[in-house]
């Protein structure tokens, strides 16, 4: 069964903010929420990961609702080179036992 | 941050072959992983590689199929044995840092004919 689920794509302006929805409606207390990346041709690449409050760093921003059962990524100027297949990955054990990947949201930064 | 080497980047094998792909680590690291995406899909974890001990097969895979060594704290290899086309896939080796942040090497793109 799926832990999270993201829409299949989405499309976004150059230079605007990129917003990816992931629902996890069954996310248990103890569980993290991680969003990893992976730009054509290469391995996934971490982004950022949170538990309750929100987070930031140089590659994004994680909003997570109050009830935690829904997250957004946000990448806040949208480039080129943000065209990737986006993955949301809630997990406990801090990636010891492997993160297991779902679909993703195909993103498609637009000129 | 981890930087994961892996050989080949890609190969292209007979049917009923064996490949190894290497994965060696800049600095030593507890928890390995091996993933497989297969063309157009997510990545599928294949086992955990463990130091000193028998790797760690997540369900549908098995030894015989996917042998795995892990030496030391910066190195590891995966086999896939007896090679068909529906191995044509990319290999991905992944590794776990004292954050908890996954990284992962480019990747072995293999194609069986």
């Known amino acids: 069964d799926a832990k999270t689920t993201q829409p299949t794509s989405m499309d976004c302006a150059e230079g605007r903010a990129a917003n990816l929805p992931c629902n996890h409606s069954?996310?248990?207390?103890?569980?993290?929420v991680y969003w990893y990346r992976q730009i054509h041709s290469q391995g996934p690449q971490y982004i950022i990961h949170?538990?309750?409050n929100n987070e930031t760093n140089e590659m994004a921003s994680l909003i997570i609702t109050e009830d935690r059962k829904s997250s957004t990524l946000i990448l806040p100027h949208a480039t080129l080179r943000d065209t990737a297949v986006y993955y949301c990955?809630?997990?406990?054990?801090?990636?010891?036992?492997?993160?297991?990947f779902g679909k993703g949201t195909h993103l498609i930064i637009q000129p | 941050s981890a930087v994961i080497s892996q050989k080949p980047s890609r190969d292209i094998c007979q049917r009923g072959t064996s490949l190894t792909i290497q994965c060696q680590v800049d600095?030593?690291?507890?928890?390995m992983f091996w993933y497989r995406q297969q063309p157009g899909q997510s990545l599928t974890l294949i086992a955990t590689?463990?130091?000193?001990?028998?790797?760690?097969?997540e369900s549908g895979f098995v030894i015989d199929k996917f042998p795995i060594s892990r030496p030391n704290l910066t190195f590891s290899t995966l086999t896939v044995s007896n090679m068909s086309p529906e191995d044509s896939s990319i290999y991905l080796c992944?590794?776990?840092?004292?954050?908890?942040?996954?990284?992962f090497g480019s990747g072995t793109q293999l194609s069986v004919l």
């Open positions: 992944s590794v776990l840092s004292v954050n908890e942040k996954l990284f």
């Open positions: 069954t996310i248990s207390g103890n569980e993290y």
């Open positions: 949170g538990l309750k």
């Open positions: 990955i809630v997990d406990s054990g801090g990636g010891a036992d492997g993160l297991t």
């Open positions: 600095s030593q690291v507890t928890m």
């Open positions: 590689a463990n130091q000193g001990s028998e790797a760690t097969y």
